[in-house]
């Protein structure tokens, strides 16, 4: 599986950016797209899922009703639309993908084995 991600940079707080992954190769007919981000010195943390199997997505509490996550099945694409950005939204943010699960999305990044190479966003205040 291959995973390019797009779209990060940098806004004030309170502004929007919507960042982009272009998934292919997949093995298996149910996988699970994920985004996750890592601030410096920081763990990568989940951020948003989409599970192909369930059709649903899921979202770390800090994101909620901030992010919404869209996945565009002809394409293979997941978008992560960020609105109400904050400083605390600052990191790396990456694209993972877990290749045949089935059922909800899994929120530790040991449980993915492809990533993309990340994109930076970084929020001002």
């Known amino acids: 599986v291959q995973l390019v991600e797009s779209g990060g940079g940098s806004v004030q707080a309170g502004g929007s950016l919507t960042l982009s992954c272009a998934a292919s190769?997949?093995?298996?007919?149910?996988?699970?797209l994920a985004w996750f981000r890592q601030a410096p010195g920081k763990e990568r943390e989940f951020v948003s899922c989409f599970s192909s199997s369930e059709g649903k997505t899921t979202y770390a509490p800090s994101v909620k009703g901030r992010f919404t996550i869209s996945h565009d099945s002809a394409e293979n694409t997941v978008n992560l639309q960020m609105n109400s950005l904050k400083p605390e939204d600052t990191g790396d943010y990456f694209c993972?993908?877990?290749?045949?699960?089935?059922?909800?999305?899994?929120?530790?990044?040991?449980?993915?084995?492809?990533w993309g190479q990340g994109t930076q966003v970084t929020v001002s205040s």
């Open positions: 190769g997949f093995t298996f007919h149910t996988y699970v």
């Open positions: 993972a993908a877990d290749d045949g699960r089935i059922g909800t999305c899994p929120r530790h990044h040991s449980f993915f084995d492809r």
